[in-house]
Structures are given as structure tokens and as C-alpha cells.
């Protein structure tokens, strides 16, 4: 692959060349010759290189009479072969440059997406906040409804337990009116007109109302005597306590209309307390379904508001690893970047660019300090 790096520690390309044999020594043994150590990163590069592998070993076969001529001495196919060369290790170095872009590339765009999570994380926050929100305060709302409705309910009973209370009197007046009104024409008129020789038992009928008329306690007494009488067979006396009882049953029969006269406005007065009752009911009773359904429906949307901030945390945590990684990648391509080029082009353009001159000079260091060891 042309973008691995190798894991070994390099040796920093070498400016240092081979020592001259000295003059006045002895022949040394025959010795293969030394290679320049910064071959190796030049070849390297090479192996590195997107090419038919008949280039490949040419190339590398041509490192040495090639890189090995200092450029002063060069002539002009070596320099086309040192170009050859030098496009190759170009291709190299932009194939790590390319590698390295794609993930900083790679990483503008997580971190940018990272920025719009966040952003949406922010943004769903604040809409579970405002949903949090609505839902206390239906709540409070549907409370106070509830609370009202439970008023109202009181006040419908205690409306009705008054109108129950004062339609009593009202209706027992009614019902005793219209037994009374019964019995003075069913009994009393024919007990007055002691025709038809059934007063005794009008009388009869007529005693149990007697009690609430008022009569007189003596006429009371001679009742029951002059009822069995005939008209014909009255004293005046007798008239006079028959026209005392029709007196004393018009009076109670005039008592009870009054009664039902004066009653009737407060009995309308009830009704319609009662009924404003009951409308005011109704109307806190649908506050109190509509504050329930408020309520329903801000949860609902507590619920998924929620949910997406929930669902945004996923994507924005599981954007991280994916960033890391992108981050650990562009480390490792830009170090690899780096070393290929401290070390193989800079290897390649320390023997480019040699001249005898400086190879000359490096030797003869080289071979002053050999001597001075020796």
C-alpha cells in the first residue's frame, strides 16, 4: 500500500561518504563496496510507488549509477532518469498529502454535522423545557377546574335542597286546597242544603279537615246532631253553626290561596336558582374536559418532544467515536506524511543535489578521522 508507513526507527540520511584509500598503505584485502545509506530511503520510496513492476526494478536498479554521480558529473540521460525518479517520489508524497486532505476533510465535515447535532440537541432542550412547562400549568388548570366543578356540584344540591325545602310548604298547601275545595263541594254544600238526608255522613267526611278550619269549639260539639237534620228540621241556632262552618272553610280555602298566591314567586325564584345552578355546572364541567384534554395533549407532546432529544443525544454521542476516529486517521497519515519525507525525500535530494566538491571534502573527513583512530 502506498500510504503505510514502516514502524522501524530510521537512520537520519547520511552526508557522509566513503573514506579514500591512502596512498602509502597496503593494498587491503578486496572488499565489496560500501552503498550509500540513503539509497535505501530512495529505493524505498520506490517500492512505494504506483508503477508496472518492470519500471519498479528498473529504477531502483538505476539508484546508484544515477544518485551515486554527483550532479555536477551527471550527463543528460542520467538527469532523465533522476527525473524519472524524483516524479515517482512526488507521486508518493502527493498520494500521503491526498490521504491526509481526505481526512481533514473528512473531519470538517463531522464537525460540522457535530455542530448541526448539537444545535438540534439545543433546540429539542428547549422545546422539552416549553412542553415541561405547558404541562405544569394544565395541570394547575385542570386542579382549579376540577376544584370549580366540585363548587358547582355543591352549589346545585344546596340550590335544589332549598327549593325542596321551600316547595314543601307550597305543596302541601296545594294539596290541602285541593282537598279542601274537594270536600266543600262533595260534603259541605249538601250538608248546608239538608236535602237528601245524608248529613251525618258529610259530616263525616268533613271531620278530619275540621281540626285546621278553626271552628268553635261549642259549635264544634252541636255539629254532629244538626248534620243528621234535614233544612226543614234546623233551628237557627243550627243555621247560624252551618253558616259559621261554610265561613270557617271559605276562610281556610282563602288562607291556602294566599298562600299559594305569594308562594308562587319564590317557588319561580328557586327554580331559577336552581337552574343557573345547574348552567353554571355545565360550564365548569366542560372548562374541566377541556383543561383534561389540554392537558392530554401537552403531555403528548412532552412525550415526543422527549423522544427527539433523546433521538438527538443518540446521534450527537454516536458522531464522537466516528470523529475520534477520523482524528486518530489524520494523526497517523500526517505522521507517515512526515517521515516519508524527513527521511526518503530527504534522502533523494541530499544525493540530487551532491557535488564533487562537497563529496570530496566529506571523504577526506571521513578518512582523517579513520586515520586519526587507527
Avoid at 440537541?121 to 366543578?149: G, I, Q, R
Avoid at 275545595?181 to 238526608?197: M, N, S, V
Avoid at 345552578?277 to 422527549?306: F, I, M
Wanted: glycine fraction near 4%.
Amino acid at each position: 500500500c502506498i500510504l503505510r508507513s514502516s514502524a522501524r526507527p530510521r537512520a537520519a540520511p547520511s552526508s557522509v561518504m566513503a573514506p579514500k584509500r591512502k596512498a602509502d598503505a597496503a593494498p587491503p584485502a578486496a572488499k565489496k563496496p560500501k552503498t550509500n545509506p540513503n539509497f535505501a530511503g530512495v529505493r524505498e520510496a520506490l517500492e512505494l510507488a504506483e508503477l508496472p513492476e518492470n519500471c519498479r526494478r528498473m529504477l531502483i536498479a538505476c539508484i546508484d549509477p544515477v544518485l551515486g554521480v554527483p550532479s555536477d558529473e551527471r550527463h543528460p540521460l542520467q538527469n532523465s532518469i533522476l527525473g524519472m525518479i524524483g516524479e515517482c517520489i512526488e507521486e508518493v508524497r502527493a498520494k500521503h498529502q491526498q490521504a491526509v486532505d481526505a481526512e481533514c476533510a473528512k473531519i470538517q465535515e463531522l464537525e460540522g454535522a457535530q455542530s448541526d447535532l448539537d444545535a438540534k440537541v439545543s433546540a429539542a432542550e428547549v422545546v422539552l423545557n416549553e412542553a415541561t412547562v405547558e404541562v405544569k400549568e394544565n395541570t394547575a388548570k385542570l386542579a382549579e377546574a376540577t376544584l370549580a366543578v366540585s363548587k358547582a356540584q355543591d352549589g346545585v344540591r344546596e340550590k335544589e335542597r332549598a327549593q325542596q325545602e321551600g316547595d314543601k310548604e307550597l305543596n302541601d298547601a296545594t294539596a290541602k286546597l285541593s282537598e279542601l275545595q274537594k270536600a266543600i263541594a262533595e260534603h259541605f254544600t249538601p250538608l248546608a242544603d239538608g236535602e237528601d238526608g245524608a248529613g251525618e255522613s258529610h259530616y263525616l267526611a268533613l271531620e278530619p279537615l275540621l281540626k285546621d278550619v278553626g271552628i268553635d269549639l261549642s259549635l264544634m260539639s252541636a255539629l254532629p246532631s244538626l248534620s243528621s237534620k234535614l233544612s226543614a228540621q234546623r233551628t237557627s241556632f243550627d243555621a247560624m253553626a252551618i253558616e259559621h262552618l261554610g265561613k270557617s272553610l271559605s276562610d281556610k280555602a282563602s288562607a291556602l290561596q294566599a298562600i299559594l298566591v305569594n308562594g308562587a314567586l319564590s317557588a319561580q325564584t328557586r327554580a331559577e336558582e336552581v337552574d343557573a345552578a345547574k348552567v353554571a355546572l355545565e360550564t365548569a364541567s366542560a372548562l374541566r374536559t377541556s383543561c383534561a384534554d389540554r392537558l392530554s395533549a401537552s403531555k403528548a407532546s412532552e412525550q415526543q418532544a422527549n423522544a427527539t432529544l433523546k433521538s438527538a443525544k443518540a446521534a450527537c454521542a454516536a458522531r464522537g467515536p466516528e470523529l475520534e476516529r477520523a482524528t486518530r486517521a489524520k494523526q497517523e497519515k500526517t505522521a507517515a506524511l512526515e517521515e516519508f519525507m524527513g527521511y526518503s525525500i530527504a534522502c533523494f535530494e541530499l544525493l540530487r543535489d551532491a557535488r564533487r566538491e562537497a563529496r570530496a571534502s566529506e571523504a577526506e573527513t571521513t578518512s582523517a578521522a579513520a586515520g586519526a583512530g587507527a
